[in-house]
């Protein structure tokens, strides 16, 4: 329907008087990875950065056990500082620095430590901090400290405070400082009193103004914003972290219980640390701090597929039934009695009634291998027997698609699990595209958690798309029983992982568009999804068939190349020589030909993109080959070549040795943002070797060839997206109907909100509405755009462009 053909009005006509459909009450939760430093440095409010020396290679391959400290000599104070292994303060906590002071200075201090924090300590005038610290006197007279925060200079001092005596054996001292100053970027320092030698370990500074208040707790601001997200229920600890890279990697739950200094440290797989300070006690005590439901995931006794080295591995045979009581042991401790072996662990630390947990993950995107099921089965029939009140998730892979996906349902089906974890990064056309996906699930089960899902961008074309898929999940409420975007957080300038969010440095949290999208769902949930009719609701605008096609020749990031032999032209016909190069735009990169047919990428950094425009004007832009031989002289990854280019950020794409060189797969970018068309075959390009590689496009199906092998044979069909998309929904505790619609056109709609199929226009309602330009992006710094709240009394509601709008309604009206 073109737009002069469409309604004036669109109605939405609500049936409030039908019984509707029970949604799950635990639809929209949040999923905490510490990925991003959204721990450590982030959300764990911890200021000094490695307290307990146990950083190293393994974490970055920079980094040492005195990362993050410095020797301090002032006023003639000298000594030394090392890091030992004798005597340790627990066996889980091997390292501990060794402070030498050998002359005092004139201020009668001797040597010293200073710590840098993350990215500096930010402290506030008026505020006090928690200062503790183990510590043991080796010899000398040593045995007293002091703490202070000072500014980076170390010109001034914001306050300090003495710690000690030291004994001859390891012992916790801790006193309060008081802050004189506001300093987004102070340092700690540690200093003795005396000639000695004395042996540190833990050493800690925490603001007192913690989230709720809890000593050793939470960064105030950003739980907050957590919090403020009225998230159903939250998962941790991943994601990719919690099956590790390689074995001894696995996040081990009960190694992250019970006092700090005993529990087990360990690198983190997004190339940082662990310091196991924001454990499972807290993540549970988080989630009863907020109202919402704890869903831990452990892993399946695998570990990541793509550890390096190894690949997925199993937990050794001999090791099972000691993990399998690990995992049971996870729901005593969270559920049992105080007087119970595991719950009075709980209780010593703080909390003796029961956490009261329901959910637990067992897996993260796992292939689904021999030894996968193996171990997966067994966890599973063990929790059934022993905890048939545990409602176990499993998993379907990473994709929405493809052979693990499958395997996985099928998987799930055969076990009988009443939900699986499908994971749905996907650009924003994608989720438009996929809003009725859900109608034909199976109400029987098993039932759906989106564990992991976004559109890749923070602007507003990605946040209103996300808005219409939670729309989608949420009619269909009864299957798609929980969904948490991630990753939730991440710190400037330590980002492994985009998007995210909420971002954030040491003084400031920005949440993102997306957020706003995920607030309006969370505060405006409903418990029975009612029947919709939607009336003149505008279409998405056909696409224009474009003859003319761009290719374009590309490398990956950090990858120099070279490529001759380029062909185009019919799949029917002889291959004719691409036109000369100097035809061709060099989007990005340094390209270089040679004269005589050959062209070299020769930039390392970022992706490099060498652009044919108009390249199958001569021929059926439906129907045609493109072959070109290629070599990589270096560099990271491998090639990427371009097709079906129809505008500018609209083509498909085939990628050879992405991901570090470990993956082929084949893509169709809309709007710049890439969407998989393939599996991602575990396949990398060799440095110095030429390969021949061919894509032929025939209508829709794509097939694509190396060295005359098929690679990928992919019919890329899609549905129509859904372009305005409407979800109703019962809150019966307020009395209330709870409309949602997401207007991603370029469009005003008026809209008609009748209730009980079509009796009477509604004239009053509360109403939310989330405004924003598709391009309006969203990241360090505030949003372009925040929900705006009003109460229209007319019976029209005009929906603007690319909006985000939340009606309640009394459910009498």
Known sequence: MSHSERPLETVVEVDTRAPGTPISPDLFGVFFEDLNYAADGGLYAELVQNRSFEYGPADHPDWHALTAWELLERDGAA?????????????ANPHHAVLRTTAAGAQGLGAGLRNEGFDGIPVRAGETYDVSLFARLADGTANRLVARIESRDGERIHGQAELGPAGGSWQRHAAVISCEATDPDARFTLAATGAGTVHLDLVSLFPQATFRGRPGGLRADLAQAIADLKPKFVRFPGGCLAHGQGLGNMYRWSETIGPLHERRQQFNIWHYHQSMGLGYHEYFQFCEDIGAKPLPV????VCCQNSAGTGQAGLPEEEMPGYIAEVLALVEWANGPADSRWGALRAAAGHPEPFG???LG???????TDAFRDRFSRIHDALRERHPEITVIGTLGPATFGEDWEKGWAFARERDLPVVDEHSYKSPRWLLENTRRFDAMDREGPHLYIGEYGSWRNDGRSAVAEAAYMIAMERNGDVVRLASYAPLLAKRDHIQWLPDLIYFDNTHVWPTLNYHVQRMHSVNSGDTALPVTVTG???????PRNPRHTVHLGTGSGTRAEFTDVFLGPLDAEPVPAPDFGAWHAESGTWITDGRGLVRQAAGGTDARLVLPDAVEAVDGRSYALSVRARKTGGAEGFVLGFAGTSPGNRCQWTLGGWDNQSTWLQRVDDDVPD???????????SGRWYDLRVEVDGRRIRCYRDGELVHDVEDVRPDPEVLAVSAVRDSAAGEVIVKIANTTPDPVPVRLRMSGGEGAVAGYARTTLTVPPDATSRFGPAPAEPVHDRPTGPVCTLPPHSFTVLRARAGQ
């Open 298 to 301: 452990v892993p399946a006794g």
């Open 676 to 686: 998989d068309l393939s599996d991602r075959l575990p396949a990398g390009v060799e």
């Open 357 to 359: 947990l329901e959910y």
């Open 79 to 91: 000594g030394t500082v090392t890091v030992s292994t004798d005597a340790p303060l627990h066996p």
């Open 362 to 368: 067992v897996g993260n995107e796992d292939t689904i």
């Open 537 to 543: 609701a505008p279409q998405a605008p056909s696409v």
